[in-house]
Nanobody, 124 residues
């Protein structure tokens, strides 16, 4: 079993930056793919970014490519999402997720463990 705790959300002006962090506990997530998803009010949860174990594969949604960066620290069991040049349309609850099959997919149904979510609000 893996427990994920998201943190780092907040209120920021458009053009600003935030860094989200996901801390994993329990069974090591070292061999898992780790992803970030987000869900805005009234919308479905959508893929943001994913990094496979060892970082061989890293994918981003087109909407965040060039602005967001996913990184991980296996020694600390954390995965971060650096978000730069934030836009109002980035406003959502952000969730980290772990995929024990290391598929690094973009579908939320592939993921086995989820954080509780952290709110990101970008004002215009």
């Amino acid at each position: 079993q893996v427990q994920l705790v998201d943190s780092g959300g907040g209120l920021v002006q458009a053009g600003g930056s935030l860094r989200l962090s996901c801390a994993a506990s329990g069974r090591t997530f070292r061999q898992y793919a780790m992803g970030w998803f987000r869900q805005a009010p009234g919308k479905e949860r959508e893929f943001v970014a994913v990094k496979s174990w060892r970082g061989i594969r890293t994918y981003y949604a087109d909407s965040v490519k060039g602005r967001f960066t996913i990184s991980s620290d296996n020694a600390k069991n954390t995965v971060d999402l650096q978000m730069n040049s934030l836009k109002p349309e980035d406003t959502a609850v952000y969730y980290c997720a772990a995929d024990r099959d290391n598929l690094a997919g973009m579908s939320s149904s592939r993921y086995d463990y989820w954080g509780q979510g952290t709110q990101v609000t970008v004002s215009s």
